[in-house]
Nanobody, 127 residues
Framework: QVQLVESGGGSVQTGGSLRLSCAGS????????MAWFRQAPGKEREFVAA????????DYSDSVKGRFSISRDNAQNTVYLQMNSLKPEDTAVYYC????????????????????WGQGTQVTVSS
């Protein structure tokens, strides 16, 4: 199982940028698809982005496509979320997660497919 710790959250104004990092422990980090989810107050957790264990495939929710970019460095056991052109509706706690299965051939947007979760990092975007 991969243990995850997020960092990089903070407060920015509309149009600003942040880069979130998620550090994983364990030698199997590179065998898992990874994803970012977020949860705003009073709302359900929602999918943001995912990247395959091979780094060749990514997936984004429509709400962030073109503004956010997910990447990973398996040598550093780290996955990143570059967030540009931030909007107030991006305000949420952001979580990274590891797929429950190694080497899954396809990316999932279903949080039930992920069982390794970090503690979350707060992102606040003010208008």
């Amino acid at each position: 199982q991969v243990q995850l710790v997020e960092s990089g959250g903070g407060s920015v104004q509309t149009g600003g940028s942040l880069r979130l990092s998620c550090a994983g422990s364990g030698r199997s980090f590179g065998k898992y698809n990874m994803a970012w989810f977020r949860q705003a107050p009073g709302k359900e957790r929602e999918f943001v982005a995912a990247i395959s264990w091979r780094r060749g495939t990514t997936d984004y929710s429509d709400s962030v496509k073109g503004r956010f970019s997910i990447s990973r460095d398996n040598a550093q056991n780290t996955v990143y979320l570059q967030m540009n052109s931030l909007k107030p509706e991006d305000t949420a706690v952001y979580y990274c997660a590891a797929d429950s299965a190694m080497w899954r051939p396809s990316l999932s947007r279903d949080d039930r497919k992920y069982d390794g979760w970090g503690q979350g990092t707060q992102v606040t975007v003010s208008s």
